[in-house]
């Protein structure tokens, strides 16, 4: 992997973790619970598609 590709891995890594994290934050203040569950998922879709990207470097 080129020196470019790995620092857009990371740049990826790094927005997904970001967005599984405020995710997470947002479900957990949440009142309505289909927003919850919307928020839920959404965070682990989010950290999913982090470990396919560490996957990549393995």
């Known amino acids: 992997m080129t020196p470019k590709e790995l620092m857009y891995l990371e740049?990826?890594?790094g927005m997904e973790q970001q967005l599984?994290?405020?995710c997470t934050d947002?479900?957990?203040k949440?009142?309505?619970p289909k927003l919850k569950n919307l928020l839920s998922q959404l965070a682990q879709d989010h950290q999913k598609r982090y470990n396919n990207l560490?996957?990549?470097?393995n």
Do not use: S, V
């Open 11 to 13: 740049d990826a890594m």
């Open 20 to 22: 599984q994290t405020k």
């Open 26 to 28: 947002y479900a957990e």
């Open 30 to 32: 949440m009142q309505d």
């Open 54 to 57: 560490l996957n990549q470097l």
